[in-house]
C-alpha cells in the first residue's frame, strides 16, 4: 500500500549501532501534503483521512505533536464530514467505518470535539448514530457503510471510535463481544468473520475489542501467544500469517496484541528493534515495509508504534489498544 | 536501433483508448499486462493482441487522471450517467480500493434493476454480465495488488449475492455466460457458476499467493450456496468434487496459507467424515512422499488433527500413527541442507506437529457433521 512513497533506496551496510532518525521522519511526515503533483498524491485519496491519522498520530509519538498546523488539519477532517455523521476519505467521497474512525481518532487526538460542534451541532452524537446503525443486531458485528460489507476491522474501529467518544451505550456490546469470540480460530488467531483465515491484523482488532470490552478472559492466551510468537522471523521481523514476509507494520499488529495480553516478552524484542530500525530511509526519512524499499506514512507510523512498544528510547507511550 | 521513445499518452488519448477496447470487448474476460519501461508500445499508448492488454504504467495513470475528473463530474447526474459508469473501468483497475467508485456501480445496477421490472435481455442483464466480466478481468490479471482488493472482491460478492444468484434462480432467467439458458434446471446453473468462480478464485489466488480476501470471497459465496442446500433437487454444491480440486491445488502451492486454510473450512463443511479423512490422509501423504517442510501443510495438518475434524477413534489416531510411525524410521537422520541453513527441515515440522496435537487435541469429535 504505497501512500506518497520517497525514492527507493539500496541496500548497504548497517551500522551496529543505529538510531532513530526521528528529525528526519517529522520533516517527512510534514511534507506528504505538499506533494500535489505526485500522481501517488492521487492515487492514495481513497485513503487520505487515514493518511492524515497516520501521520499525525506518527508526529505525537516522535513528541512532535505540533508540527502540522491545527486550523488546517481540522479543516480537512471536517470536509470529509457528511451530514448522515460519517466521513469519507477526501472531499466527495462516500462515508464509511474505516474513514470514520479514524476522523473520530483525530478529533480525539487534537482534543477537537468542541470544534466538532460549532461545526455541526449535535455532532458527536451523530458520528455515534452513524457508527451504531452499521451494528448487525442479530449477529453483533458491524458493516463499513449500507452496502453491507462485515469484517472484525469494522466491529473493532466501532467499539474504538465509540468508547473514544463516551458513547459505546449506543451499541449491543455483548452481542460485538460474542462476535469476536465467534471468530476465534482453532489455531488461537481470529480471523474476519467466523471460519475466516487467522491474521495478525485481524487479531489486533478482535484482541482489541475484546479489550475495550473487558473481555479478554475468552482468549485463550497461551494458544494465541504461541501463534502471535511463530510470527517472529530469523531476521527479527514479524509476519502477519504464515509463510508471509516480514513487514514492518506487523511490529504493530502483533505486538500491540501481545501487549494486551502481557505477553511482550513472547517476542524477541532486541531483534525486532534492529529490524524497525533498519526499515527507516536515513535521508530522506519515514519507514518502508521492510529495509530497502519504498516509505510510506502507513508503515512510518506502524514501525514507531511498535518501538514505542519496546520501550525505544525518547518516543510517547503507545496505548496498545 | 535506439529510436527516441514514442511521446506517452495525454489522459484524454490514454483514456479514449481504454474506454474503447473494453467497450469492444465487454462480453470478454481480458488479460491486462502492465509493461516494463524496456518495452514502450509502439504508439505510445498500450499493446492490443486479442483479449491481451499490455499497459505501460504512464498510460494507466494518464488514463485515470482522466477518470477521476469525469468521475467527479457525473457523478452529480446520478446513477444513470453513463459517462460515470464507464470512468470507473480504469479508476479501479489502477485503485481497487476506490470505495466510492465501487459504491456508485452497485447504485448503477440498483437503478437499471428497478426500471427493468423483471423482463428478460435488459439493459440491466446486459450491464450485470458486462460488469461481472470487467470484475473478474481485474481479479484474473497479472496484477499485484488488485487480485487481492478487499473492496474488489466484497464488491463481487454484493453482485452475487443480489443480483446473480437471483437471476439465475428465476424462471426465465438470464444466465452469466455465454451457454445457452437452461429454465428447467437453475441447480445446474448454479452448480456451474459456483465452478466457474472457483476457478477465477484460484487463478487469482495464483496471481496473489497467499489471497486472503479471494478466499474469503470463496468462504463466503460457499456459506451463500450452502444455506441454499439444493435447487430444483439439484444438489448445487459436489463437496467431494471440491475437496478434490482444493486438495490438489494446495498440493502444487504448498506455501500458500489462505489455499490450505480455505481447505480446512471446507473440511469443516463436508458431512461425511470418510471424506474428511480421506483428504487429509492425501495430503499427509503426499507431505511425507515429497519431504514437504512448508509451513502452511504441516499448520493444515496439525489443525485437522487435533480440531476433531478428522473424528477420535480410527480416523485421527491412525493418521497420527503414520506420522509418529515416519519419525521413529527416519530416527534423527539428516535429509538435505536446509537444517544446516537454519531452515526447519520436514523432520522437525512433523515432530512440531506431533507435539502440537498431543498438546491441543481434542478427544470429541468436532459437531461439524450437522449444518
Known sequence: MALVSGPGRGMTAMPAEMQLYVDKHVRYIQSLDTRKDELEYWLTEHLRLNGLYWGLTALH??????????????????????????????????????YTVSGVQILATLDAFDDLEARMKGGRQKIGQFIANLQDRETGTFAGDEWGEQDTRFLYGALNALSLMGLLDLVDVDKAVQHVHSCANFDGAYGTSPGAESHSGQVFTCVGALTIAGRLDLVDQEKLGAWLSERQLKNGGLNGRPEKKEDVCYSWWVMSSLAMLNKLHWIDGEKLTSFILQCQDPELGGLADRPGDMVDVFHTVFGIAGLSLLKYPGLAEVDPV | ??????????????????????????????????????????????????????????????????ARQIFSENIKQGPHSIEAYKATRPILLLDPEHLTAANFLKRRLEHLQSRSQSQ???????????????????????????????TLWHHR??????????????????????????????????QEFLQSELNVICKSGERHPKNYYAFQYARRLFNLVLAQRSVDEVEVVHMKEVLQMMRSWCSRHPSDISGFSFLAWLLHHTKNVEDRRRVVDRVVGYALSVGLANESVWWFVRTVLADGTVGEGEGGKEILGVLVGWLRERGGKSHGGGE??????????VRQTVEWVGRYGILQPSSTADS
Open chain 2, 120 to 150: 428478460p435481455q435488459t439493459i440491466y442483464h446486459h450491464t450485470l454480465h458486462t460488469h461481472l466480466t470487467f470484475q473478474t478481468t481485474i481479479l484474473t490479471s497479472p496484477l499485484h495488488r488488485q487480485t487481492k482488493s478487499p
Open chain 1, 61 to 98: 509519538l516522535l513528541g512532535h505533536p505540533d508540527v502540522l498546523p491545527r486550523a488546517e488539519v481540522l479543516d480537512f477532517v471536517f470536509s470529509c464530514l457528511h451530514e448522515s455523521g460519517g466521513f469519507g476519505a477526501a472531499p466527495g467521497h462516500d462515508a464509511h467505518m474505516l
Open chain 2, 340 to 349: 544446516e541453513r537454519g531452515e526447519i527441515g520436514v523432520e522437525e515440522r
Open chain 2, 1 to 66: 536501433m535506439d529510436q527516441p521513445a514514442p511521446a506517452a499518452a495525454s489522459p484524454g488519448r490514454a483514456y479514449k483508448a481504454l474506454t474503447t477496447f473494453f467497450d469492444e470487448h465487454e462480453n470478454e474476460v481480458l488479460n491486462i499486462e502492465i509493461l516494463p519501461p524496456a518495452f514502450p508500445p509502439p504508439d505510445g499508448i498500450c499493446m492490443q493482441e486479442g483479449l491481451n492488454l499490455g499497459v505501460p504504467k504512464e498510460t494507466l495513470v494518464a488514463a485515470f487522471i482522466e
Open chain 2, 157 to 190: 460478492f454484493w453482485l452475487v449475492k443480489h443480483h446473480i444468484l437471483p437471476n439465475i434462480l428465476l424462471p426465465n432467467h438470464l444466465p452469466p455466460n455465454r451457454l445457452p439458458p437452461n429454465p428447467s434446471s437453475p441447480g445446474l446453473d448454479v
